[in-house]
């Protein structure tokens, strides 16, 4: 068996970006990967603006001010925000408000809680300002011409606005990633269809293209298939068609009735199989070989579609999804940093045997701040994940004292 790192290793380095751009509005490129850099063709902000409400003023007009003597000077013009801004004249001051243009000349801004007004069109300042004072510079966020967000962002909300902001109303991206997904099982049911003694409800299929979509990928769900040799190379071919990747779950252990990894090499090639993880160690990774017409028959590297089988217990598919599915996909996308981020975090719990397979326990931070694990660690315990917050990355054959400090993944850094 692979150790975890080694076999995400070798998912990655196998995964190409998939070929195909596309422009698209902006406001509609959340969770998409940028295909090139987005340069800045403007300053941010594009002039000197006032941060506050208050008083553009000459600095050295009010040089030797206090509130024993008092400066007071005539306000010569009004700037809201998004209106012109004549030359400031030495002697006087200028109503701004926040965001509006700095008037030339002026070099400060006095805040209108320290000038007081008159009804005569003048304003007294007690207190010298110091020069650049409340006066956001002209490209004090963003310089013309920088890189604002190079190629291979997958884009945030932020990432929107940032963008948004040097005017950018499209963007270039790169194609979704065309995944084709079948669950293997005699037992399995739909939810809504009558449950036969000996048959479960699918589970696996709600949560795996769940976490498809939240990708961002084009998903096909061909559906269950039989627990049969001719019938999972049949959805092999037909899977293989037009798509980047062929996501699995079952029948990729060693059983009699596990026919995903023979069929897979059969149609392809195997180039992986079984991780020191637990749960989870029945992963198989390999491709499938394209054939049959289709438009997008030749699209792939090599006229194949990469394989990826998952384990069929719901917590083992569930883990290795997100540690081994969901970086190979992400760097498919163009995604250049696919790792999540891991956090140092006390055990506050005891686990006087470790495992001889890398462990990922189910934990949750309570409210000390330290991390309590699910009572039942077993796959196919699904409410393990519900009641959890993340994983702890447990090295095998270790085990865990209350006190320790332990790798912590949490889930909102394994699904975003």
């Known amino acids: 068996m692979l150790a975890t790192a080694e076999a995400l290793g070798i998912l990655l380095a196998a995964a190409r970006r998939v070929e195909g751009v596309e422009s698209i509005d902006t406001l509609d490129a ?4 940028l295909a090139a850099d987005v340069v800045s063709p403007l300053d941010v902000p594009p002039m ?46 200028a109503r701004v408000f926040t965001g509006a243009t700095v008037p030339p000349g002026a070099d ?23 020069a650049g004072e409340w006066i956001t510079r002209q490209g004090a966020d963003i310089r013309k011409g920088s890189v604002i967000l190079p190629a291979d962002t997958r884009l945030t909300p932020q990432a929107l606005g940032l963008a948004a902001s040097v005017g950018c109303a499209a963007l270039d991206v790169v194609r979704k990633t065309r995944v084709a997904v079948f669950f293997t099982g005699d037992e399995l049911t739909m939810p809504g269809e009558p449950l036969k003694e000996g048959a479960i409800y699918n589970s696996n299929r709600f949560t795996l293209c769940a976490l498809l979509a939240k990708l961002g990928c084009e998903v096909t769900d061909l559906g269950i ?22 996501l699995t779950c079952g029948g990729v252990s060693v059983g009699e009735e596990d026919h995903v990894k023979p069929a897979v090499e059969a149609e392809g090639r195997i180039a992986m199989w079984q991780i020191a993880m637990k749960p989870g160690k029945p992963l198989a990774f390999g491709a499938v070989r394209r054939g049959g017409g289709g438009e ?44 999540p981020r891991v956090y140092s975090m006390r055990a506050d719990f005891t686990q006087k045997k470790g495992d001889r397979r890398n462990e990922f326990l189910r934990a949750r931070v309570n409210d000390a701040g330290g991390l309590d ?4 660690q077993s796959s196919a315990v699904l409410t393990s994940t519900v009641w959890g917050d993340g994983l702890i990355d447990n090295p095998p054959n270790h085990a865990i004292s209350a006190g320790e400090i332990v790798r912590f993944i949490p889930f909102s850094e394994l699904m975003r």
């Open 296 to 339: 997008r028959e030749s699209e792939g590297e090599g006229g194949e579609a990469f394989f990826i089988g998952l384990p069929g217990n719901p917590v083992s598919s569930f883990c290795t999804f997100l540690l081994f599915v969901r970086p190979f996909i992400l760097r498919l996308a163009g995604v250049g940093n696919v790792a």
């Open 225 to 246: 298939v039989p627990d049969r040799l001719d019938a999972t190379r049949e959805t092999l071919r037909e899977a293989a068609r037009g798509h980047d990747l062929i």
């Open 30 to 33: 959340l969770g998409r990967v």
């Open 108 to 130: 400060a801004i006095v805040m209108q809680e320290m000038a007081s007004a008159t009804d005569d069109g003048r304003v007294a300042f007690e207190a010298a300002p110091a």
């Open 48 to 93: 000197h603006i006032s941060s506050m409400d208050g008083y553009g003023v000459r600095a050295a007009d009010l040089a030797g001010a206090s509130a024993q003597q008092p400066v007071t000077l005539t306000v010569s013009q009004r700037v809201p925000a998004g209106h012109v801004a004549g030359p400031l004249a030495a002697g006087t001051a």
């Open 373 to 376: 694990v699910f009572d039942n």
